[in-house]
């Protein structure tokens, strides 16, 4: 039998999450934003902290970072965030309600530079068709990598969504800083001289 949900604790058991209720997993009815690939968790408390009017959602595939984010957020004391150590390729495509994320937030996907790895990237039409619909009209999608070919496919699947028009990444409403977003993965690679590459993208309100 499934347990119930406890309100308070951070870590959610993927297996709650079937039939998810946003208000019951958070205990109110704020709008939803969901990070993919939290790994050590510095953008989402930033932004957590940023927001308390709105709740987190972290995926994260690797238990000992899903743990060492939640650590964090723990002793943050923030009461606005949840972590899952899960596929978000699975939650977006089997858990997550339809029309209900705010702002989706994906930052230094794996880039799996080798060819015959590629089908192992998140982005994929089938990823990006669920992820659309799981977006609330009028919900925004960030994507940064320093990947500049698999940007260009990212770019490609997003625009290629005739619900999604883009927008400035520093759109007031998406309240993102355009040159940073200062992920874990970003002061790394931004300390080696990399370059980044991003991407805004907005919902349409109504359907095409
Ligand atoms: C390159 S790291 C980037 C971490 C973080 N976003 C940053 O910029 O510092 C990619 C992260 O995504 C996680 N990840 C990869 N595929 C995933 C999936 N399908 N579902 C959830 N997490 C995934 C990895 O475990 C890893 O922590």
Redesign the pocket.
Known sequence: MRKALDPGAIVVDPVQLDGLDWHALFGNGRPVEV??????G??LLRRAQALPSRNFLG????SK?CRFAADRFRRWGLSNVRMVR????H?IRAQCPRDSVSVLH?????PWPKKRHHKRR?FQPAFVDAAVARLVPGGYWAV?TDDAEYFQVIRELLLGQPELREVAFDDPALGLDAAS?A????I?YAREGREFFRIAVVRSESRP
């Open positions: 990070e993919i690939g939290t790994g050590k510095g953008f995926l994260e595939w690797a970072f899960a596929d978000a390729a939650f994906v930052y230094h996907p794996d998140l940064q977003v992920t874990n993965f970003e790394k």
